[in-house]
């Protein structure tokens, strides 16, 4: 096997520290092997890339005591903080980040199998997403740096802190999705205790001197570990304020149920979905066909947004299948540095057995292979297979399959396909494709209703990061872009006084003095 010289494990990468109270301290208790289900060897097995911290519940206490010391019940260094403090923290971290953009994209790749150019581009989006934050949050201060005035009292309103966040990230986007909690979170004045998730843990490790030397002690706090062994104990206490987590709603629910305030507890969630794509009798097959594939199979159809089923109307349906199973077929498998790879090893060695349990639910109840190479299994991958009809009764109709399967469903009553939508669990997004307007526009107007982001022509994805990105039901719980996260992880509070000449005086002291960084009109340039 040939891997590029500059994508080579040369040497495992032991992490032996986890980040609490401004340092990196070491663990020297039990750890845990990282292994890669690409193999570096002719014969396959897996590759060992390095080893993590296996902590425990007492460790993961003083890691949030930590966080909640730097908080310091709203009294904190980091809270009280003038924004342009807080953004020169910011900047200089992502100053550093930047320099560790070799080694993060290498571990991305041999950690959760992500092509090189799909590496390349969440590494490259998640630098500008918190630069955009930044400047987001500039605007907001700019927008913050006046007083109201109504019914005889002044009001200097602005956005505060939540408290202290727990945050955990998803193993498909381990530092894009990540990051899109943890630095909004940050910026508005949070401390935070971060658990990666359990694939695409080593990419972060280059990242933690950045974290420690960027951000005020007990800030940005790093455990390693299982969710139930330090995330439980953590929402045991009662001492979080926000619980800002992408990944399963079992999970979420879970986590929840363990805090003792529920009341007290904000929640910023990016949970999962079923993203159907509709194909109207009119659409154009040749783009359907081409945003279908990249919606169902981006990398291998493990994410959030990806298309997880699609409803073709039967008077398409034999030519869309055939079409689109042979595009199946003609895609690329390879390992993530291959030129112009598709299709990269699962990062998750069960999950093969997992679509092919799918598979041969789907064929008992009926369903078949339309894709010559549909469930053709290699130790770490299993080829995407295109199901049809499927029917209610599959698992892989009521199930989020997160990988290479897709089920294709017919349908002749779009108001039958409405009700489905309707009655589903999850309403992230919808793909959309048609070009008669008359059948459109209700479409359009009934399925805004019932998921957040109708992609018309087009497959579902998160970005443009500017753009909101939510869900209904179990899909999501508030919004996340660069301009609604700020607003997620934070509250808006003020200042009010009496239109009075005594307060009036004071206010013009606060103000002149500078003695206060929360009453200011000074505009961030």
Same mark, same amino acid.
């Given at each position: 096997?040939?891997?590029?010289?500059?994508?080579?494990?040369?040497?495992?990468?032991?992490?032996?520290?986890?980040?609490?109270?401004?340092?990196?301290?070491?663990?020297?208790?039990?750890?845990?092997?990282?292994?890669?289900?690409?193999?570096?060897?002719?014969?396959?097995?897996?590759?060992?890339?390095?080893?993590?911290?296996?902590?425990?519940?007492?460790?993961?206490?003083?890691?949030?005591?930590?966080?909640?010391?730097?908080?310091?019940?709203?009294?904190?260094?980091?809270?009280?903080?003038?924004?342009?403090?807080?953004?020169?923290?910011?900047?200089?971290?992502?100053?550093?980040?930047?320099?560790?953009?070799?080694?993060?994209?290498?571990?991305?790749?041999?950690?959760?199998?992500?092509?090189?150019?799909?590496?390349?581009?969440?590494?490259?989006?998640?630098?500008?997403?918190?630069?955009?934050?930044?400047?987001?949050?500039?605007?907001?201060?700019?927008?913050?740096?006046?007083?109201?005035?109504?019914?005889?009292?002044?009001?200097?309103?602005?956005?505060?802190? +939540?408290?202290? *966040? &727990?945050? !955990?990230?998803?193993? /498909?986007?381990?530092?894009?999705?990540?990051? #899109?909690? $943890?630095?909004? %979170?940050?910026?508005?004045?949070?401390?935070?205790?971060?658990?990666?998730?359990?694939?695409?843990?080593?990419?972060?490790?280059?990242?933690?001197?950045?974290?420690?030397?960027?951000?005020?002690?007990?800030?940005?706090?790093?455990?390693?570990?299982?969710?139930?062994?330090?995330?439980?104990?953590?929402?045991?206490?009662?001492?979080?304020?926000?619980?800002?987590?992408?990944?399963?709603?079992?999970?979420?629910?879970?986590?929840?149920?363990?805090?003792?305030?529920?009341?007290? +507890?904000?929640? *910023? &969630?990016? !949970?999962?979905?079923? /993203?159907?794509?509709?194909?109207?009798?009119? #659409?154009? $097959?040749?783009? %359907?066909?081409?945003?279908?594939?990249?919606?169902?199979?981006?990398?291998?159809?493990?994410?959030?947004?990806?298309?997880?089923?699609?409803?073709?109307?039967?008077?398409?349906?034999?030519?869309?299948?055939?079409?689109?199973?042979?595009?199946?077929?003609?895609?690329?498998?390879?390992?993530?540095?291959?030129?112009?790879?598709?299709?990269?090893?699962?990062?998750?060695?069960?999950?093969?057995?997992?679509?092919?349990?799918?598979?041969?639910?789907?064929?008992?109840?009926?369903?078949?292979?339309?894709?010559?190479?549909?469930?053709?299994?290699?130790?770490?991958?299993?080829?995407?297979?295109?199901?049809?009809?499927?029917?209610?009764?599959?698992?892989?109709?009521?199930?989020?399959?997160?990988?290479?399967?897709?089920?294709?469903?017919?349908?002749?009553?779009?108001?039958?396909?409405?009700?489905?939508?309707?009655?589903?669990?999850?309403?992230?997004?919808?793909?959309?494709?048609?070009?008669?307007?008359?059948?459109?526009?209700?479409?359009?107007?009934?399925?805004?209703?019932?998921?957040?982001?109708?992609?018309?022509?087009?497959?579902?994805?998160?970005?443009?990061?500017?753009?909101?990105?939510?869900?209904?039901?179990?899909?999501?719980?508030?919004?996340?872009?660069?301009?609604?996260?700020?607003?997620?992880?934070?509250?808006?509070?003020?200042?009010?006084?009496?239109?009075?000449?005594?307060?009036?005086?004071?206010?013009?002291?606060?103000?002149?003095?500078?003695?206060?960084?929360?009453?200011?009109?000074?505009?961030?340039?």
């Amino acid at each position: 096997m040939s891997i590029p010289k500059e994508f080579q494990i040369n040497e495992l990468l032991h992490q032996k520290t986890y980040l609490s109270n401004g340092e990196l301290i070491e663990w020297k208790g039990k750890n845990d092997e990282v292994f890669s289900t690409i193999s570096s060897t002719e014969d396959y097995q897996l590759t060992l890339l390095g080893t993590i911290p296996h902590m425990d519940e007492a460790t993961a206490m003083e890691v949030l005591q930590s966080a909640c010391d730097a908080y310091s019940k709203g009294q904190g260094d980091w809270p009280t903080m003038k924004v342009a403090q807080r953004i020169a923290c910011m900047e200089d971290f992502v100053s550093k980040m930047k320099e560790q953009r070799e080694v993060v994209v290498k571990y991305l790749m041999w950690e959760i199998g992500k092509s090189l150019p799909d590496s390349q581009k969440e590494f490259d989006r998640t630098v500008e997403y918190i630069l955009d934050t930044i400047e987001d949050y500039k605007q907001l201060d700019r927008d913050s740096a006046k007083f109201h005035k109504k019914d005889g009292v002044y009001a200097h309103i602005r956005r505060g802190p +939540l408290g202290v *966040v &727990l945050c !955990l990230g998803p193993y /498909n986007y381990p530092l894009n999705e990540t990051f #899109a909690l $943890l630095i909004p %979170a940050l910026i508005m004045g949070n401390t935070v205790v971060f658990k990666p998730a359990k694939h695409g843990v080593l990419l972060l490790s280059p990242l933690l001197e950045a974290f420690r030397s960027s951000f005020p002690k007990g800030v940005v706090n790093v455990i390693y570990g299982r969710g139930r062994e330090v995330a439980a104990p953590i929402m045991q206490s009662g001492r979080v304020d926000v619980l800002a987590l992408i990944g399963n709603s079992k999970s979420a629910i879970a986590l929840q149920d363990q805090h003792p305030h529920k009341n007290r +507890l904000r929640l *910023v &969630l990016g !949970l999962e979905a079923k /993203n159907p794509g509709i194909v109207l009798p009119d #659409a154009d $097959l040749d783009l %359907a066909i081409d945003e279908c594939i990249s919606g169902t199979l981006s990398f291998n159809g493990q994410r959030c947004t990806a298309l997880k089923i699609l409803y073709v109307h039967e008077d398409i349906q034999e030519e869309f299948n055939r079409r689109f199973a042979e595009r199946v077929d003609a895609l690329k498998f390879g390992n993530p540095w291959d030129e112009k790879v598709m299709l990269t090893p699962l990062p998750e060695p069960d999950k093969p057995q997992y679509i092919q349990e799918l598979i041969d639910d789907a064929e008992k109840h009926g369903a078949k292979v339309l894709n010559k190479r549909g469930g053709e299994t290699t130790e770490n991958y299993i080829f995407p297979a295109v199901l049809y009809p499927v029917t209610e009764e599959m698992r892989v109709y009521q199930e989020e399959q997160f990988g290479p399967v897709i089920p294709v469903k017919p349908f002749r009553s779009i108001d039958d396909l409405l009700d489905e939508i309707a009655d589903s669990n999850y309403g992230q997004q919808v793909s959309l494709f048609g070009n008669d307007i008359k059948r459109l526009a209700p479409l359009i107007d009934t399925l805004v209703n019932l998921v957040c982001r109708v992609n018309l022509n087009s497959s579902c994805q998160r970005g443009p990061d500017v753009f909101p990105f939510t869900g209904r039901k179990d899909s999501a719980v508030g919004t996340l872009s660069v301009h609604d996260a700020l607003r997620s992880f934070s509250i808006r509070t003020f200042v009010a006084s009496k239109d009075k000449a005594y307060n009036n005086e004071i206010l013009r002291e606060l103000l002149d003095s500078k003695s206060s960084n929360f009453v200011s009109t000074d505009y961030l340039l």
